[in-house]
């Protein structure tokens, strides 16, 4: 059996990874940037001695507990795929992927457990100096963990520091691979993103019960120190992006190629950039078209007079250069998820700059008619992290490892009736996770502070005061 339903086993087993990936990449930017903005509010109480700061970071870190518990299980499975779907892949890249994934374990299982739970049931049991140190070592565990993996990832897009032997890669230069420019691309523009998914979760919070008066003093800190995260993660995103864009065309033209439509190598001696275009893979040109002239060359060059290679000269190239066959990737989804992912971070700064603004004119307590829009902003960064993984992953196929290894070459010769029902059973258990998840964040959220003589639309969180304090 070769197919079920239509769909080969590389269908499925493509599909199974990019969706467990996505439903584990609701918590990983989420934790990266909340336990930043815990530490940060930490230190505030710990400066201050204010008692309200103190039981405002322990209602954030119930918040933070929450979606880690819940984040780490979904994590495991993606390193099981690697040898159950992915085995022609595991065995050419295993040399080389084993050291980033075994130093991202014991960041994550290991420094981050370890130390946040010492943070939190040894607030009374050890000094305070240790408590915040505790916080702060989670905070770097989260950023260390997520960088191992995005040099692994970033090494299937731009490989360095290797060479084959026996048709398999073996590192020759670790230092090449940690330093791998495309890795620390990734890594400003992810982690920028991670800031922006915690800061618009706080913010969101923050605003919800300062619009109700509740805790105003407590809550004006952490809508403070959520904003100014904001606006470093939003900026940070906008630029580290442009700087990816950038690097893609020399080293995954084909990628840049698909992110703007571009099917044939413009004439004259400059770029147009497309608004809106409706891509076909089948006649490999645009359906329809809205394009800016001289655009395209400022954002891949920074000058208006370069220009890019099109899709259909870059197809020509790689079947020159690799052999017979499509070497071009779905170009419809990764053109219009580039785009939902630019406009959302578009979106971020300017919601950010407003507030930023409001800020100056001493209204930051008072959330004003933006009020709605802010409680629904978490959703954005989610949305736009998601559309940038699509862009990115699908727009370097047919490749798993860039001008090295085929996805079609690395799959597992799996029974696809086996794969579809693992990726049922994942789908189930992964969307159960997350509704979890948001289901006691935002019921922990909405009750707010611990605040026993005032009545809560929820069960609220336990109160964190330590007893000296409130004695």
Request: hydrophobic share 50%.
């Amino acid at each position: 059996m070769n197919e079920i339903l239509g769909f080969s086993t590389l269908d499925l087993s493509r599909f199974q990874f990019a969706t467990t990936s996505i439903f584990h990449y609701f918590f990983v930017p989420f934790t990266v940037g909340f336990a930043l903005i815990i530490a940060v509010l930490q230190t505030l109480a710990y400066r201050s001695g204010d008692p309200k700061l103190e039981n405002l970071t322990r209602f954030f870190g119930h918040l933070f507990f929450i979606n880690f518990a819940v984040g780490v299980v979904t994590g495991i499975v993606q390193e099981f795929q690697f040898g159950m779907n992915w085995q022609g892949f595991s065995n050419f890249v295993g040399n080389i992927f084993g050291i980033p994934l075994a130093l991202e374990v014991l960041m994550a299982f290991f420094l981050e457990s370890t130390f946040l739970g010492l943070w939190w049931f040894g607030k009374d049991r050890i000094p305070a100096w240790a408590s915040l140190a505790s916080i702060w070592i989670v905070a770097a565990g989260t950023t260390i963990s997520a960088f191992w993996i995005i040099i692994a990832n970033a090494w299937m897009q731009h490989p360095v520091g290797f060479e084959i032997k026996n048709g398999r890669a073996v590192m020759t230069d670790a230092w090449a691979i940690v330093t791998n420019p495309k890795g620390l691309e990734w890594f400003a523009h992810i982690w920028a993103g991670s800031l922006t998914v915690a800061a618009f979760f706080v913010l969101a919070v923050s605003a919800y019960h300062l619009r109700r008066r509740a805790n105003v003093e407590a809550f004006r800190v952490s809508f403070r120190v959520a904003l100014i995260t904001a606006l470093i993660g939003s900026g940070g995103v906008i630029l580290a992006g442009h700087e990816q864009g950038q690097s893609a065309v020399r080293d995954q033209p084909m990628k840049y190629a698909a992110f703007s439509a571009l099917w044939d190598t413009p004439d004259g001696n400059q770029m147009p950039e497309s608004l809106i275009a409706l891509p076909s893979n089948a006649a490999r040109e645009n359906r329809f078209e809205l394009s800016v002239p001289y655009v395209g060359s400022f954002l891949a060059f920074n000058n208006f007079t370069e220009k890019a290679k099109g899709i259909n000269d870059l197809q020509k190239e790689y079947e020159a250069k690799y052999g017979p066959g499509n070497y071009t990737p779905w170009v419809w989804p990764v053109y219009w998820s580039f785009r939902v992912m630019v406009g959302l971070g578009f979106l971020m700064l300017l919601v950010t700059l407003v507030y930023v603004w409001r800020w100056r004119q001493g209204k930051l307590d008072d959330p004003g008619r933006l009020y709605p829009l802010l409680l629904a902003m978490p959703l954005a960064p989610h949305l736009a992290n998601f559309s940038g993984w699509i862009a990115t992953e699908m727009g370097r196929q047919p490749w798993i490892v860039q001008g090295l290894l085929r996805t079609g070459d690395a799959v597992s010769q799996l029974n696809p009736l086996w794969v579809l029902l693992s990726l049922a059973a994942f789908w189930v258990v992964y969307l159960t996770l997350i509704g979890l998840d948001v289901f006691l964040l935002t019921r922990t959220a909405r009750a707010g502070m611990h605040e026993p003589d005032v009545e809560t639309p929820s069960v609220p969180a336990p109160d964190y005061v330590p007893e000296g304090a409130r004695a």
